[in-house]
């Protein structure tokens, strides 16, 4: 059972739910850590684009009151086991956007969060860590 | 041996069953880490595809409330079905023949439309508006590679019949190509090939002809609401659809392999590759078709390419 276990653990598809952010997180996971520098398909990962297929989720923004429902019910249709990792400030504590009154973060009132990546925009570096860490956690739940 | 149990054999492990899903995920694997080194990337590991199916097996499956249950959930497994039974059919020189129980080129092309026509359904059966697009998308695709790809088996039937009628069974052609020299090599042959080359990257849904199920653009279409175990019955599907049309072109035209078995089937393996490459290749270095596009594209080229193929063999 370990054997399998550990076999699945190297192939974590991931997905992003982009919960009101500015942008910059998003440019941050889709071309800094997708370019061939920082390659994440070593891992074993792969973007996906259906919530569906995903294991580990990577949000972003601070979660506004316009997409709150929307995200909730996106993260209710991925299939468990799975792993969610907040990307940048806004999801950990609002960021910038703290108390204003379009905002419904911190998101972990609402989600499980597993992993958080602060900075505004993280690095790469520290967007593979994050998965990195969100795989092993994974990997204790399949 | 009794027949039956060689026949189940054959559908099971060796060449269909076990063996072409080894090999299918295999030449994924392959696939992916060419395409990422050729992007400068390291690439995941080869054996990826298969760590990514146990994962399926194991992740929860989900159901739309707005899909079709029964059928939703019986598709992928009639895919996956239809095309260890093609993987069967094909004969590989001096290594494997068909019996001629399970059928001959007509089955095979039956079975080849098989995996098209469960997208479609699938699409459709899972309630989603990419579903839908995928299925039209699917369906004008489909429509675009099948002429071509009739005339494609027709010319090579015509050409081992040698003049008196069709041969409608692949272990016949590839004897014929032993006998008389491979198809490859014959001029006649040759607009009948770059046809089947044409033909290769839609059957396989490949970079520039997978507009149903692009990612950016329809979220993987059919597949869009597919989780665990049935997605990844659709990638086993995928991945001996690939073994199923590989074989059946070096059948078609480059059967020659040394005597024995493992000589043999070193040598099939051998040509598998550089075809598989080639895929690859025209996958990193193309942007993706409209699908206007594509089926404008087919009944032009391929298409004209088949007929007179047809031609050259008549006159020759």
């Not at chain 1, 506004?64 to 969610?84: G, N």
């Not at chain 1, 905002?103 to 990195?132: M, S, T």
């Not at chain 2, 054999?9 to 072409?20: D, E, Q, T, W």
Request: hydrophobic share 50%; proline share 9%; glycine share 8%.
């Amino acid at each position: 059972m370990s054997l399998i276990r550990t076999l699945s653990s190297r192939s974590p598809w991931l997905y992003r739910i982009n919960a009101g952010s500015c942008n910059g997180c998003d440019v941050e996971l889709a071309t800094t850590a997708c370019i061939p520098r920082y390659d994440v398909e070593r891992l074993g990962c792969q973007y996906c684009g259906s919530p569906r297929h995903a294991d580990i989720v990577l949000i972003t923004g601070p979660l506004t009151a316009r997409v709150k429902d929307k995200v909730l019910r996106l993260f209710s249709e991925i299939p468990d086991p799975k792993v969610t990792v907040a990307v940048g400030i806004c999801p950990i504590s609002g960021g910038i956007f703290r108390d204003s009154y379009a905002v419904c973060g911190p998101i972990d009132q609402y989600l499980p969060v597993d992993v958080n990546v602060p900075g505004c925009p993280p690095r790469p570096q520290a967007i593979l860590e994050g998965v990195a860490k969100a795989i092993e956690i994974w990997k204790s739940r399949l | 041996m009794p027949e039956s149990l060689a026949l189940l054999l054959s559908v099971a492990i060796f060449p269909g069953g076990a063996f072409a899903l080894a090999l299918g995920l295999g030449l994924k694997g392959i696939d992916r880490r060419v395409a990422a080194r050729l992007q400068r990337r390291v690439g995941p590991p080869l054996l990826q595809p298969f760590f990514d199916l146990i994962k399926l097996s194991r992740k929860k499956t989900m159901v739309p409330d707005a899909a079709c249950r029964p059928l939703f959930l019986a598709l992928p497994a009639v895919g996956a079905a239809s095309m260890l039974l093609a993987a069967a059919l094909v004969p590989i020189a001096n290594v494997y023949l068909p019996s001629p129980a399970l059928g001959n080129m007509l089955v095979l092309f039956y079975l080849l439309v098989v995996p098209g026509m469960v997208l479609m359904l699938a699409g459709s059966a899972s309630g989603s508006p990419f579903g839908a697009i995928g299925f039209s998308r699917e369906m004008m695709l489909m429509l675009a590679y099948e002429s071509p790809i009739v005339l494609v088996l027709v010319a090579a039937g015509l050409r081992a019949g040698g003049g008196d009628g069709i041969v409608l069974s692949l272990s016949d052609i590839a004897a014929y190509q032993q006998a008389h020299g491979a198809f490859l090599l014959d001029p006649a042959m040759w607009p009948t090939l770059l046809a089947f080359a044409a033909f290769l990257p839609a059957n396989l849904g490949t970079v520039p002809f997978d507009t149903p199920e692009a990612e950016t653009e329809v979220l993987e279409g059919p597949l869009l609401e597919y989780s665990g175990a049935p997605l990844g019955l659709f990638k086993v599907m995928s991945a001996l659809k690939a073994v199923v049309v590989l074989n059946l072109g070096i059948c078609l035209f480059f059967p020659a392999t040394p005597d024995g078995l493992l000589p043999g089937l070193g040598a099939h393996l051998l040509k598998l590759l550089p075809m598989a490459a080639g895929v690859t290749l025209l996958r990193v270095s193309m942007g993706r078709m409209r699908v206007d596009q594509a089926f404008r594209f087919f009944f032009k080229w391929p298409l004209a390419l088949a007929a007179a193929g047809i031609a050259a063999v008549a006159l020759s």
